[in-house]
């Protein structure tokens, strides 16, 4: 009996150990902001691969509060490696900056992934990969529904995020590619000064910063300013963020929307926005899959942990194009 309670313990101090012995993992999921829809999808994806994990790892997801030009991101990143997280998923929303707070990562042997955004090409080599977004083709795709709308051309504004990001500067560059037929040596491309019969107006592009009361806003003074504006083209989703103030602001266009004089299309495809599509407030979106990029780094960066290989550089997870024709069923499930 004694021998069999002795067998026991000595099994369970084993079990203990080894437990023990199994590290549980922190990586940081670190979006432009927290408070944006599209960032809230990439979180879920990111929860949904800790709970599927067993325990594995802890998806911490820690961003600034707001929008901003990118120094309060630069700062929680480098927090995070004196912390010595086990891994960081960063979605840059000033490239340039944020080479600077990588850098120390690398130099403490902690892997990076960017998502969303991406680093500029002189930095690329402090990270591992890049998972997210084609960006320049979400740019050529708005671009491909603004020439099935206006095939003769017309004038145009651009709304960007910040001006550092390097994500919305690659929308953009396809976008302007396209509409000129004739490709650019770096984003974000030419300004449209009359190619293919396209114009940029004066005082854009605009840039949000992801402030998106000020999206709205920057549309409201456009076009009051520009009545006759063909074409208005936002590379994120910002105004449609907040349903009820883009609806006050663009409803006075529904018609000329209907009608085709005046296209809005833009990017990202979350349901509010198809909402709005579907009310007659776009003619079209772009929309990215934020749910996969939160899901996919994660569990990248839990597998280069364990030894395992890195993921392909870039991984890319897909687009979705809509209209209202399509809504139903033009998101990719």
Known sequence: MKRFALAAAVAMLAMTAAASAQQKYTFALVPKNM???F???AR???KKAEAESNGAFECMYIGPGEHGGGDEQVTIVQDLVAKKVDGIAVSPSNAAAMAVALQAAKEAGIPVLTWDSDLLPENKDLRVAYIGTHNYEIGTNLAKLIQSLKPNGGTICIQSG????ANHNERMQGIRDTLAGKASDASPGERLTGQNGWT??????LYTDDDFPRSVQQFEDTMAKNPNLDVFVPTGGFPQFIPDANRAAVAPYKDKIASKQFVLVVADTLP?????MKEGLSLGQVGQRPFEMGYKTMNALRDM???????ADPTYTGLDVCTPETADTCIAK
């Open 35 to 37: 408070n944006n829809p």
């Open 162 to 165: 910040g001006a550092a990001a």
């Open 200 to 205: 940029e107006i004066d005082g854009c592009p």
């Open 272 to 276: 509010v926005q198809i909402d709005q």
């Open 305 to 311: 942990k364990d030894g395992k290989a890195a993921p």
């Open 44 to 46: 879920d994806g990111c």
């Open 39 to 41: 960032f809230d999808q």
